[in-house]
């Protein structure tokens, strides 16, 4: 099946720095990536959809100043949480969209594990 | 009403035991739908796609009702290895993926 990567896998930092995630497609093209955050015991909450070469569309609630997308290539996103605080402390997860003649399929990158002290 | 929405558990089940979990999703016009797997601290993975006439992999089978909208999954002879959380995933329009809470199973030897 398709491989997705995400850098770094964890990350803590200070509250007031920025941590920039990557998301990369290894073995294919993917006109559409999707970031997600998931809290402890909860399940994955879609928080925006990047296409390549255009802005992201935000899930309601989602500050899109706060968390920047780039979606520079075909097989690289790249999420920055800015000026980080505790409350952002979460499981970052990552999914590349692969067009297949039976529809699309979301192949999801690893997690990054963010803790903010 | 959750879009998405399943049993939390956990369902603690021995080895080799038959379990069966559902979902219900509230969006009529939804295309597609699947059962993901997640294990602790890990990203969800593809256990498998659900059709209207169901299917079944392995120990595995999943059922679908659009009339109902409810989607199942049946693990049988389960294994030490199923010990997870079983994500229901719903593909709405534009290839959006809406999780479900999960459901956790814990097989015990």
């Known amino acids: 099946g398709a491989v997705v990567s995400q850098h770094p896998s964890w990350v803590i930092c200070k509250s007031g720095t920025s941590v920039k995630i990557e998301c990369r497609s290894l073995?294919?093209?993917?006109?559409?990536m999707f970031w997600y955050r998931q809290f402890p015991k909860q399940s994955l909450m879609l928080m925006a959809t990047?296409?390549?070469?255009?802005?992201?569309?935000?899930e309601q609630g989602v500050e899109k100043d706060k968390f920047l997308i780039n979606h520079a290539s075909l097989t690289l996103s790249t999420l920055t949480v800015t000026s980080a605080h505790p409350e952002d402390s979460s499981f970052y997860i990552c999914?590349?969209?692969?067009?297949?003649?039976?529809?699309?399929?979301?192949?999801f990158g690893p997690g990054t594990r963010l803790t903010v002290l | 009403r959750k879009e998405v929405e399943q049993d939390p558990g956990p369902f603690n089940v021995p080895e080799g035991a038959t379990v069966a979990f559902n979902c219900t999703y509230s969006?009529?016009?939804?295309?597609?739908f699947f059962w993901y797997r997640q294990d602790c601290r890990k990203e969800p993975k593809l256990l498998m796609s659900?059709?209207?006439s169901g299917n079944e992999d392995g120990r595995f089978t999943a059922q679908l009702n659009r009339a109902s909208q409810y989607i199942s999954l049946l693990i049988r002879d389960s294994k030490l290895s199923d010990s997870a959380t079983y994500l229901c995933?719903?593909?709405?329009?534009?290839?959006?993926?809406?999780f479900g809470g999960g459901t956790r199973l814990m097989v015990k030897p």
């Open positions: 659900v059709y209207s």
């Open positions: 073995d294919f093209q993917a006109t559409t």
């Open positions: 969006n009529s016009a939804s295309q597609s």
């Open positions: 995933v719903v593909n709405n329009a534009g290839n959006m993926l809406t």
């Open positions: 990047s296409n390549e070469g255009s802005k992201a569309t935000y």
């Open positions: 999914s590349a969209s692969q067009r297949s003649p039976g529809g699309d399929t979301q192949y």
